[in-house]
């Protein structure tokens, strides 16, 4: 009996922790942001959000918090045609991050978030191509190396910060079980 309220609350706290992400991601990409170079393209801080949840949670929360989070952003601003894209591409980052990660704050994380962030901009850089044409890369790119920087150095300090103080209540993965 124990064992199963155990399970139980572990699996609320889960769903309470990816429910918060994705709604911090959703209010740091929408309040949070910045145009790039005059167009409809910017870059936010929901980036560090998603980085923080896949460093602290793995790829499960990563991939939920990265995906969702960043497609609800899209909606709330009426960029509908990024939506899907940011669904996949930020749910692929935050896996990639959680899954290569170990946790623990060193270089293993920092590759991870480079793997992560070099997706994201390699993803957005395609769709950008296929929805405004060949001129608006250089312009996604950009604005998206500097997005992925910002999150990169956010989460490494904010994602540190929360492992000491936090050691028991969010263990490395403990949302990939």
Do not use: N
């Given at each position: 009996m124990r064992g199963d309220r155990l399970l139980l609350s572990?699996?609320?706290?889960?769903?309470?922790?990816?429910?918060?992400?994705?709604?911090?991601?959703?209010?740091?990409?929408?309040?949070?942001?910045?145009?790039?170079?005059?167009?409809?393209?910017?870059?936010?801080?929901?980036?560090?959000?998603?980085?923080?949840?896949?460093?602290?949670?793995?790829r499960r929360l990563g991939a939920a918090v990265g995906g969702v989070g960043s497609f609800l952003a899209d909606i709330v601003l009426g960029l509908m045609v990024w939506a899907p894209v940011s669904l996949v591409v930020h749910g692929l980052e935050g896996y990639i991050i959680g899954?290569?990660?170990?946790?623990?704050?060193?270089?293993?994380?920092?590759?991870?978030?480079?793997?992560?962030?070099?997706?994201?901009?390699?993803?957005?850089?395609?769709?950008?191509?296929?929805?405004?044409?060949?001129?608006?890369?250089?312009?996604e790119i950009a604005g998206d190396v500097v997005q992925g920087g910002v999150g990169i150095v956010t989460a490494w300090f904010v994602s540190s910060a929360i492992r000491r103080a936090y050691p028991a209540l969010i263990p490395r993965g403990w949302i990939d079980g």
């Open positions: 572990l699996k609320c706290r889960e769903i309470a922790v990816a429910a918060v992400m994705t709604a911090l991601t959703v209010v740091a990409a929408t309040l949070l942001r910045v145009p790039a170079f005059g167009a409809r393209l910017y870059f936010h801080f929901g980036e560090a959000v998603l980085c923080t949840a896949a460093l602290i949670g793995g899954r290569a990660s170990d946790g623990r704050g060193g270089a293993k994380d920092f590759k991870a978030l480079l793997q992560g962030v070099a997706l994201m901009v390699a993803g957005y850089a395609a769709a950008a191509w296929a929805i405004y044409g060949k001129a608006a890369v250089p312009v």
